[in-house]
């Protein structure tokens, strides 16, 4: 049992008395590559971390309320099966679980719920969806229901967009929930495909502990920028089916404004770097460091969703020896940045970035080495 696992058992104990039936876990992730792609319909490259989320759950007697309870601190908030509310607190997250299972016309009890994490919120490596697919994972293992990892993370995203509000794509919830040692997920979202590609590299990950939340960030509002792009596309090219599937020919033929341009230019460019690592890394070659760094460019300038911190971060893993790219990772505006290199000069940069970041920067990052992991599995 890992130890996010143990600690959700020792929460669950702590809240409810007894022990749980069930304690389940989702990974966090880092996307390699292919930001901002998944709405787009286009491909990615993520891997699930070792960084967890963990679930415990039993049926409890009674109504059909649930009693949750996060880090065994802060009390239980309850949820009522039949009045499901956006919170806009951490409960959101399986209070959409279970509003998509009972609308799927399943007869889900009442539960008792401990939780337990070291995914840090708000940086980029999708807590929000492991807690998603950790709980609707439990959940199915509990009550014995079938489960279907792709169909179960596209029901998470679904709770996501529906529920909590965010219009995301599928990336994060398919990452927590198809993880693969050792494995990159290549990632096609129209239609939806999840293939594991061979990865055995280290990846550093560069917090900068500039927290954002995708409701209050620019999120939604690069995804109209892209549909609105599509849709000028399509005025000239109507078997356009998605964003990424267009040329770039296309992209500069059509009508519309330059930022909905550099949007689509991003789109377009950033699907095909995602192929060119596939197709090296299915060659048993290392990753390609140089489209780490066309990718971040491209987000900083096309996308506009860097931040000060994250471009200050990039540059000085650049500069540091032995390490070949670097990039933001997730939806940007914030949260982290990944390194690519031996796992010697990740530990290098590690240990001197954090002081020469607090004094450009003003405060501390944090830094994980983080490898290729499973993504939702039960925990003994």
Same mark, same amino acid.
């Given at each position: 049992?890992? $130890?996010?696992?143990?600690?959700?058992?020792?929460?669950?104990?702590?809240?409810? *008395? *007894?022990?749980?039936?069930?304690?389940?876990?989702?990974?966090?992730?880092?996307?390699?590559?292919?930001?901002?792609?998944?709405?787009?319909? %286009?491909?990615?490259?993520?891997?699930?971390?070792?960084?967890?989320?963990?679930?415990?759950?039993?049926?409890?007697?009674?109504? !059909?309320?649930?009693?949750?309870? $996060? %880090?065994?601190?802060?009390?239980?908030?309850?949820?009522?099966?039949?009045?499901?509310? !956006? !919170?806009?607190?951490?409960?959101?997250?399986?209070? *959409? +679980?279970?509003?998509?299972?009972?609308?799927?016309?399943?007869?889900?009890?009442?539960?008792?719920?401990?939780? =337990?994490?070291?995914?840090? $919120?708000?940086? %980029?490596?999708?807590?929000?969806?492991?807690?998603?697919?950790?709980?609707?994972?439990?959940?199915?293992?509990?009550?014995?229901?079938?489960?279907?990892?792709?169909?179960?993370?596209?029901?998470?995203?679904?709770?996501? #967009?529906?529920?909590?509000?965010?219009?995301?794509?599928?990336?994060?919830?398919?990452?927590?929930?198809?993880?693969?040692?050792?494995?990159?997920?290549?990632?096609?979202?129209?239609?939806?495909?999840?293939?594991?590609?061979?990865? #055995?590299?280290?990846?550093?990950?560069?917090?900068?502990?500039?927290?954002?939340?995708?409701?209050?960030?620019?999120?939604?509002?690069?995804?109209?920028?892209?549909? $609105?792009?599509?849709?000028?596309?399509?005025?000239?090219?109507?078997?356009?089916?998605?964003?990424?599937?267009?040329?770039?020919?296309?992209?500069?033929?059509?009508?519309?404004?330059?930022?909905?341009? !550099?949007?689509?230019?991003? +789109?377009? =460019?950033?699907?095909?770097?995602? #192929?060119?690592?596939?197709?090296?890394?299915?060659?048993?070659?290392?990753?390609?460091?140089?489209? =780490?760094?066309?990718?971040?460019?491209?987000?900083?300038?096309?996308?506009?969703?860097?931040?000060?911190?994250?471009?200050?971060?990039?540059?000085?893993?650049?500069?540091?020896?032995?390490?070949?790219?670097?990039?933001?990772?997730?939806?940007?505006?914030?949260?982290?940045?990944?390194?690519?290199?031996?796992?010697?000069?990740?530990?290098?940069?590690?240990?001197?970035?954090?002081?020469?970041?607090?004094?450009?920067? %003003?405060?501390?990052?944090?830094?994980?080495?983080?490898?290729?992991?499973?993504?939702?599995?039960?925990?003994?």
């Amino acid at each position: 049992m890992s $130890s996010v696992a143990a600690d959700a058992r020792r929460h669950f104990t702590k809240s409810f *008395g *007894g022990e749980p039936t069930v304690v389940a876990s989702a990974a966090g992730r880092v996307n390699l590559i292919g930001e901002h792609v998944d709405y787009n319909g %286009g491909v990615a490259l993520p891997i699930a971390i070792q960084r967890r989320t963990a679930v415990a759950v039993r049926v409890r007697d009674g109504a !059909r309320v649930s009693r949750l309870n $996060s %880090g065994g601190t802060g009390g239980v908030l309850t949820l009522d099966h039949a009045a499901l509310v !956006r !919170r806009r607190k951490w409960t959101d997250y399986p209070s *959409g +679980v279970l509003d998509q299972l009972i609308g799927a016309g399943l007869d889900v009890p009442g539960l008792d719920v401990a939780v =337990a994490s070291d995914v840090p $919120s708000g940086s %980029g490596l999708s807590s929000s969806a492991a807690l998603e697919v950790a709980f609707d994972f439990a959940v199915r293992s509990l009550l014995g229901l079938s489960i279907d990892r792709v169909a179960m993370a596209l029901e998470c995203q679904q709770a996501e #967009r529906q529920f909590v509000g965010v219009p995301c794509g599928a990336m994060d919830q398919l990452s927590a929930s198809c993880g693969q040692q050792g494995h990159a997920l290549h990632m096609q979202f129209d239609p939806v495909n999840v293939r594991p590609v061979p990865f #055995r590299e280290s990846v550093l990950v560069i917090d900068t502990a500039l927290s954002r939340s995708l409701r209050v960030s620019a999120y939604a509002e690069r995804v109209a920028e892209c549909a $609105s792009a599509l849709e000028a596309i399509r005025r000239d090219a109507p078997e356009v089916s998605s964003l990424a599937v267009a040329t770039m020919a296309q992209v500069d033929g059509a009508a519309m404004r330059d930022v909905e341009r !550099r949007r689509a230019r991003h +789109v377009v =460019a950033e699907c095909a770097r995602v #192929r060119q690592v596939v197709l090296a890394l299915a060659a048993g070659e290392p990753f390609p460091g140089d489209l =780490a760094v066309a990718s971040h460019e491209s987000l900083r300038d096309d996308y506009d969703c860097s931040s000060r911190e994250l471009d200050w971060t990039v540059a000085y893993a650049l500069r540091q020896p032995g390490i070949k790219g670097a990039r933001l990772t997730g939806a940007g505006w914030g949260g982290c940045a990944i390194a690519f290199g031996e796992v010697s000069a990740l530990q290098a940069l590690a240990k001197s970035l954090p002081a020469e970041y607090e004094k450009a920067i %003003g405060h501390a990052p944090h830094t994980w080495v983080v490898s290729a992991d499973d993504g939702a599995r039960m925990e003994g």
